[in-house]
């Protein structure tokens, strides 16, 4: 009887630390998994500002094709260019 009792205590102790071990696992696992969502959420932003940065630059690079090629401008030479300062009522 007394070999029984030693036994199921035993059996009781190790089902009892594979239990603690398997919620310290599952807690380490839930963390990883809130990390890398919030890595996910931030990476989300950020290809979405990507794509509106893309749509910018390519309207800007569109249309000056457009003008060199169709309305045959070009841009002004350096000596060409007159800086003015705005009037003092205007400021």
Do not use: C, Y
């Amino acid at each position: 009887m007394l070999r029984v009792n030693v036994v199921l205590i035993v059996l009781v102790l190790a089902s009892a630390l594979g239990v603690v071990a398997s919620q310290h696992q599952a807690r380490k696992l839930f963390v990883e998994l809130e990390r890398e969502q919030t890595r996910m959420h931030a990476l989300e932003v950020e290809w979405g500002q990507f794509q509106l940065e893309q749509g910018t630059w390519s309207g800007h690079v569109r249309i000056e094709k457009l003008a060199r090629e169709q309305l045959k401008m070009q841009p002004p030479a350096g000596e060409q260019v007159i800086a003015l300062d705005a009037p003092e009522a205007a400021r």
